[in-house]
């Protein structure tokens, strides 16, 4: 029975494939006749075909005139339709349902135009349903709807395309076919012969029907085809969703392509390699891929690790193992393998915790910088007592210049420690710090798991450079990462994303380099023992360059120390007229600069050698860049001399006033700060409060505008140190008294004229000494910071201390 019934389906299969291309063949003939019904005017159409049809809904599909059917019917209600057809004339109307409606359709679910259609052919199937080919005919609009016998029947009215031969008309119908056969090229399940066909049509209108029908599109936006009557518009409706076609089909090509290329790239490699791995056991060669695998084995058996660290290594290589070479995932875990592989977990150097030792390397290196040699050697004594004391962080904070960075090195030579540096301007990703997450393509370590790699043991020097330089943008906050790492409580088990092992940083001794400590972060800044390096004064700079600097510019230009030598009259007058610095870097640079000069006289003259005067130095490096001009700058009332403090170190600096006719404006200029130009507005506020104890008129406030003006304009200034020597400059142009021309000032300024605490003062006093000035007013409360000073300022310089503005006024005014 089962073969029976199979043999019964597949002979109605065929009968409907065979009634399929009568279908076909009947479409071509209806394009052929001249008399087709779609050549039959409204009224032809009207007189030929019935005005009420039964209707047979279609779901996603819109039928055409021209068309061919075939159709698969199983509901009783539409066989008993369909015989009804038959056993009549043949005809039905095909109406298409609105998307989404799977239901029966009812006339509100179903479109009010369909294409009037006749049977070709019927046959029953083994199951009972009915398979039967249908030819659209006609267009027709349905009028009304009613149910009669459970299936529907429509009163139609039949529909006339609109159509003008014209040049438009023409243009269209050959882009339309242009554009069919080419998306006809990209289809390998187009139907034989139809590019053949396509060029015989000659019906405009017939024309976009079947290219309409051949479309995958939407049921409404075939159903918006059969709609539109006017040709013209019918043309261009069709070759807009024809152009999208296309491009659809064209970049589902692109997308198979890549696809198909990717797949027979891994075939090939897959291919290749088994072909490699036959020809080596062939020969007798070991496999590559396993001797990798056993080399890493190798080197995990014979290192030391920490249990994780090992267990996850482990874990890794069995990975390893079962992965395909091939796939992109062997080499991420083979790279993952190696960093644990190669990093020093339990690897450190031996320290020298020989205090004498240290202190001569530190004092061979550098001169001067006493504090930062005790603490050196204080966290070496400690070390020495307390084997399993944790790494100290440091940070060193100073002008630019000033042996920051060096000093790391020697601190790392001194206790036999590797040195490792990180430059930290800049960095804005807490990926730098922290490493990359192995889901990443090309994911790395940080910088700071890098840099114990490259140390090759695990308590370096780590100098982190430039703390103070971090930024933070939408990819991270650098200095956040740098919390844990700085931290002792927490270090030993840093924990870096791309590893995602915790790494022991406890016996690391971290130093941080700073210019300014107002930019480091509240919460990393309290993790840091602060360690500042002042500005060097005149004579700091002569030893350091006559023990360090001349030897390694000589050394570095070819000399010798007979080739050229340096008077300290020479070296001074460097020092003071083409430098003007709190470091040492551009003296370093004047003395290679005379170093070239001499290396080129001794490179033309063979033997030739010379001793660098002071008068010499006019000639090898110009006109001096700076000239003392203290005393000339106070030379008249109205200007005075203040003391600045800022990322290169202590600075003078100068305030000028004048008045002029006016009626009491004040004008402030110079590029200053917000800060600053409140000080002087409380300033002026005070001397005018207090005009009779500073012997003044107080018309002379109303009668005048004043003018405050800071020189070197193009650099901006701001902070609140300034206030009491702008008082102290309109005092002295109000009273007609010079200031001093020996005499500095700083201190902020109040309305009830106290002066308040300044920062920087041993900066400020180093500077003032540079400067050759011999007597330095500081406010009252910073004589605590007294100690900070260095003691060859405080030979040069008199300190007077101050606790309100009255105070200056004898001090720094001429009689």
Known sequence: MEEKKNYTEKNAEREAAAGEKDAAQAHIDSEQDPKSPDDIGTEGASKKFPSTLPVLPQHGNVVFPGMAMPAHVKEDRYKKMLEKIVMNDKFFIAVAAREGETSAAEDDQLYSVGTACVVVQMARSSDGSVRFIAQGLHRAGIDKLEKKDSFLQAKVSYLEDRHEKDDETEALVRNLKQQFLSLLEGLSDAPEDIDSFIETIDNPARLADLICSHLDIGVDEKQE??????????????????????????????????????????????????????????????????AEVNEIKERLEGKNLPAKAREAAEHELKRLEAINPASPEYNVVRTYLDWILKLPWLEGNEENLDLEHAREILDEDHFGLEKVKERIQEFLAVRKLRKDMKGSILCFLGPPGTGKTSIGKSIARSTGREYVRVSLGGVRDEAEIKGHRRTYIGALPGQIIMGINKAGSNNPVFMLDEVDKLSSDFRGDPASALLEALD??????????????????????????????????????????????????????????????????IEAHGLSEQNLSFTGGAVSRIISEYTREAGVRNLERNIASVCRKVARKVAAREGHSQRVSKRDVDDLLGPPRYIPEVAERVDEPGVATGLAWTSEGGMVMFVEANKMPGDGKLTLTGQLGDVMKESAQAAITYIRAHTDRFGLEPEMFQENDFHIHVPAGAIPKDGPSAGVTMALALVSLCTGRKVK???AMTGEITLRGKVLPVGGVKEKAIAAKRAGLDTVIIPQQNEKDMPDVPRHAKKKLEFRFVDRIDEIMPIALED
């Open 488 to 553: 002792p409580e927490q270090n030993d088990s840093f924990t870096d994303h791309y590893l995602d092992l915790h790494f022991d940083l406890s016996r690391v001794l971290f130093i941080c380099t700073a210019n300014i400590p107002d930019t480091i972060p509240p919460a990393l800044k309290d993790r840091m023992e602060m360690l500042d390096f002042p500005g060097y004064t005149e004579e700091e700079k002569l030893k350091i360059a006559e023990k360090y600097l001349i030897p390694k510019q």
């Open 741 to 743: 021309h020996n005499v």
């Open 225 to 290: 085809v059969l709609e539109t009557l006017d040709v013209k518009k019918r043309l261009t409706m069709v070759g807009r969703l024809l152009a999208k076609e296309i491009e659809y089909m064209q970049v589902t090509h692109k997308i198979r392509n890549q696809a198909i290329d990717e797949i027979n790239k891994g075939q090939k490699e897959y291919y290749l390699r088994h072909q490699l791995k036959a020809i080596q056991e062939e020969l007798g060669e070991t496999d590559v891929l396993g």
